[in-house]
């Protein structure tokens, strides 16, 4: 049940913090988002983060489960925000897209840089070079750019039109009641969010289809907002309402309230060296009791734990060995912190090295399809 | 001296109806508007609406005479919302831009498509048809397209670019404060616009360079903005504060507050046939008295006159006969205003017919400048 005080603490800011205390309060009225599992069953193929209930909540996604199943036309769309090298965030929303694409969407995927911009005064010159180690990850992770679509906000006539379209659809309370009292510059990229979302739909893109877009639970103000305007603008474009799917937002490292720039300890990016990413590991918070005597007798927590979510979110690959884990070694004190720690720093050091090395060959491609000299 | 309650009623709305009653109190400390007859000694060849007090105010002028005086770079900057043919106010906005080219500035001419789209809800389809029509008028009245440059908003990449960039500079309580609650495509279009101004000054089109812009004095808020702006952003573009100078708004034909299209007998296009302008002309209000015999013994006025606006503002060639149209013939009560009005059917017609003569030469070319099919 959800009372007022958690409903205040759910409250989404996807320019700012949202922490998620009790992801089931987002189901039903207040906030519109649907549970995800009860499509499981009908998921030929479902992705690993589906699974395992990380993509917990959705809107309209049946439109998008349709299509697939039939094997007619969809679309994926998401993308990243240029101010950093891929994290374990950003590389959870690249997965989800690669897995639509790979069931037969045509995806889209779109560097921010207007939001990175208008959010973080980045200027189109640096977030450039973020862009392009971005794109580079991308494709190492396995994303087809000949069936689908990567571009720069900036770039994008149709997205800007869009965004100049669009303006007559919102008023200012709206925009206020969804993002706060802001500056204009981030209400403009709101707006070019919106036309990142309908683009996959313009007569220039195959015209009207079902759209996914696969993004962390904190996104859905600007899920909001677009399916509002494609309803509004729906004569005009006959747009069909984007439909989307959810993640949980994974733990900080070091226990703190969410993974954050300003707090390097928090999180780890595809780019850091194994030293580092072996010691941000090693001293990350953890579900563990204050002594091995208690955590032998009563066994460790693995809900409020970030190891366990890096092994349940990404790192172990097969279900049985993520339910072994929470059961039989983590729960039931048989598995220490440290011995798991150790664990999964092989894991990780092991995809992470793999990763560089595949990603050289990928940098030359990035760089032709941002069209970089 | 300015009361409070003049101040009030000279509120300035560019996206609604600015009724002034003293243009006296625009000046000075409340509005930052200065006088502009002290320059007039200073130009050599003063434009007609300058002699004749029409331009009666300024901001930072100084800056753009100087570069006129010494033969050095200047941009002038103005332009059109392809809503409706042109008027007489466009028409008296179009004659500045065209003797500011001939003094030898660069001539930025735009065609606020955007704006209207975003005011008016007029899609950039149906403006394409006005704006073929303003353009061939500009054209037929001199501007010369070799020394200037006629754009579309929806279609210039620097202006929506320059949009984007100038959206982290604006606050929403500035943007309230200057043009009050509107929606937010109203807001996207005054950043338009503010790229409008300032892209005479990007390296693409020369670089920084003293701009005027000259406007009807109900446009001032969008140099206010654009002058904050320009300041905001100088370290990255150098730009130098743009100038503008302002006219008067002339007065409804039909003695309403103001020329609009909602009242078709309030103003007349150059579109419109002789018959129908010669009517609404007729049937102007004037400055008269109720009887011939008052108006004999005690004169009329033509300060609250539209048909002496139109000799004053445009129809007059010479001075002397504006000063003896209102010393000797109306306030001393020698001229009824029937004749006078007649008088004026004529000069009006003769140029509106050698007007629409002209304009036919120039359709192709317009239709060439804007690259319409």
Known sequence: MSSDSNVKRTKLDPFGTSIIENYENLYGKEFGIQPFKPFLPKISNPAQSMRRGVIFGHRNFENVLKAM????EFAVMSGIKPSGEFHLGT???ACEVIYFQQQGGIAFYCIADVEAYEDNNLSFDESEK???SNVTDLLTLGFDPKHGYIYRQSKEEHVKNLAIIFGRGVTLATMKAIYGERHMGLYLSALIQ????????LKEFGGPK???????????PHLRLTRDLAFKFRKKYKFISPSSTYHKLIKALDGS????????LSYFTLEE??????KKISRAFTGGRPSEKEQRKFGANPDICPIYDLYLYQFYEKDEDVIKLR??????GNLLCGECKLRLIKIVLKFVKNHQRKRLRNIDYAREILSIA
């Open 69 to 72: 199943n039939e094997k007619k």
């Open 210 to 220: 079902p759209t996914v877009v696969p993004v962390g639970i904190d996104q859905d």
């Open 273 to 278: 060296t194994p030293e580092i990413i072996e």
């Open 327 to 332: 059961n039989e070694e983590c729960m039931s």
């Open 257 to 264: 309230p969410k993974m954050s720039k300003r707090n390097p």
């Open 194 to 201: 919106a036309g990142d979302i309908l683009l996959p739909q």
């Open 91 to 93: 590389l959870m929303t």
């Open 130 to 132: 973020i862009a392009l």
